[in-house]
């Protein structure tokens, strides 16, 4: 995840040329996903849930390299139980964990199997950080 003052002229090709200089480096394939400071503040300050602070144990941001079609945008949503919510807004998806007494959490499996392709998570507070470093805001 890569963050940006000014518009790349072609932001696919920045992400290739990171990729590539990223897999020279490390020895493995890593997706790279570029956004704009100001995307990023707005991706941080979004308010796609309406929950208490307190019902929420986990908010996370997947971000991906292009807009989901209408078939994985529903299949997506249908991942959602009573513990985990998640909404589809362009490029990111929100993904909300709420509280659970005990046992064990959502796996990322299923939403690896219902994407098929690249994708990054990030937590909130994280994406939070980089807006404010970044973006200011």
Not at 118 to 128: D, L, N, S
Request: net charge positive; aromatic share 8%; glycine share 8%.
């Amino acid at each position: 995840m890569s963050c940006l003052r000014r518009a790349p002229k072609n932001a696919k090709t920045l992400e290739r040329r990171i990729e590539k200089g990223l897999r020279r480096a490390v020895g493995y394939e890593v997706a790279t996903f570029v956004r704009r400071d100001k995307k990023l503040a707005q991706i941080a300050n979004s308010r796609q849930f309406r929950l208490a602070e307190s019902d929420a144990r986990d908010f996370n941001i997947i971000f991906l390299a292009d807009r989901l079609s209408e078939h994985l945008r529903r299949g997506v949503l249908a991942l959602g139980t009573d513990t985990d919510e998640f909404r589809v807004h362009g490029r990111e998806i929100y993904w909300l964990r709420r509280k659970k007494q005990g046992g064990a959490g959502f796996s990322n499996v299923p939403l690896e199997k219902t994407l098929g392709r690249p994708f990054t998570i990030r937590g909130g507070k994280t994406i939070k950080k980089m807006a404010l470093k970044y973006a200011g805001s």
